[in-house]
């Protein structure tokens, strides 16, 4: 069977805990006027891409990449503030990661392997968004 069941469990299951944030199993059914994590979402995205691959053992190994969106919101005009907030989100992610590498034995290996990042303002006030992959191996 393939690890990706595992390894989004494991995601949607540690993050709350290092994040102060909401964090959301696939597409957020809310406003985002808090801030949010989706994991294994991204808005006109697949929410997960994958590649099976042959292993030196003759046997088959899978990397995926875990898409997720993120978001902040601020009710006032400082850019810096939701800027500042939503890379200090991915930092802890980033670091929750590095503890289990393997993402409680579901994968080889898991890492963010990219990032995008937007920034602007409305009339409610500036927000943030970054779209990151947790990239995983399993061989």
Known sequence: ???I???????V???PGALEIDVYD??????????G?????VNDELAITSRETDTSLNTRGEIFDVHCFMWARTGDEEVKLVRDRIFGYLDTIKATI??????????T???????DFDQGQTS???WAVVIFAVHCAAI
Not at 5 to 11: E, G, I, M, Q, S
Not at 37 to 41: I, T
Not at 109 to 115: C, L, N
């Open 1 to 3: 069977m393939s690890p």
């Open 109 to 115: 290996r898991a890492q963010v392997r990219f990032t």
């Open 5 to 11: 069941p595992d390894a989004v469990d494991r995601l």
């Open 37 to 41: 994590l989706s994991v294994g979402y």
């Open 124 to 126: 409610e006030g500036a």
């Open 98 to 107: 590095k503890t289990d590498p393997t993402l409680g034995g579901a994968v």
């Open 26 to 35: 696939g597409p957020p059914i809310v406003n985002f006027e808090q801030d």
């Open 13 to 15: 299951a540690v993050l």
